[in-house]
């Protein structure tokens, strides 16, 4: 990124444009954490769907399901089916049976990730034959 081109980058974080700053944390991750943080967590509450996955993933993996699922939910609605995802996962251990169907909608729909998701599931569960189906599915 040139000079001139981060000059106006931050010209659109200053004014709030959550797009920008998730962009603009994206270029900082690597020389300073602390800035990544900040502009990850802003553009998230502005509703970046990017940023809301980010932020849903950090919590998930600190044990806080319930704000996962309202990173998730945000970046599900505005679109990324990852998130989708992640969020019938979470909801496995809420409602199994709906979750389940989202997961298959998603993985019938083409998206890989659900494939993968509903793999995992039915070989943790001991079920091979829909282990296989859905793994084949998957690659």
């Known amino acids: 990124m040139t000079e001139q081109e981060l000059i106006q980058l931050k010209k ?3 004014a709030d444009d959550p ?6 944390a994206l270029c900082v991750r690597q020389t300073d ?6 502009y990850i967590v802003l553009a998230a509450q502005l509703g970046n769907p990017d940023a ?10 600190q044990g806080d399901m319930d704000r996962a699922r309202f990173y998730y939910k ?11 995802v992640k969020l019938a996962m979470l909801n496995l251990y809420v ?7 989202e997961l298959e ?14 793999a995992s599931y039915y070989k943790a569960k ?4 829909q282990y296989n189906f859905w793994r084949s599915l998957a690659e």
């Open 52 to 61: 809301s996955e980010v932020m849903g993933d950090r919590f998930q993996e």
């Open 74 to 84: 945000t970046g599900a609605r505005a679109g990324l089916l990852d998130c989708a």
């Open 105 to 118: 909608d998603l993985a019938e729909s083409g998206v890989k990730s659900a494939c993968t998701a509903l």
């Open 33 to 38: 954490p602390t800035e990544w943080n900040k």
């Open 12 to 14: 659109r974080v200053d």
């Open 19 to 24: 797009k920008a700053m998730y962009a603009y």
């Open 95 to 101: 409602d199994e049976n709906k979750a389940l169907r």
């Open 126 to 129: 001991g079920n091979r034959k």
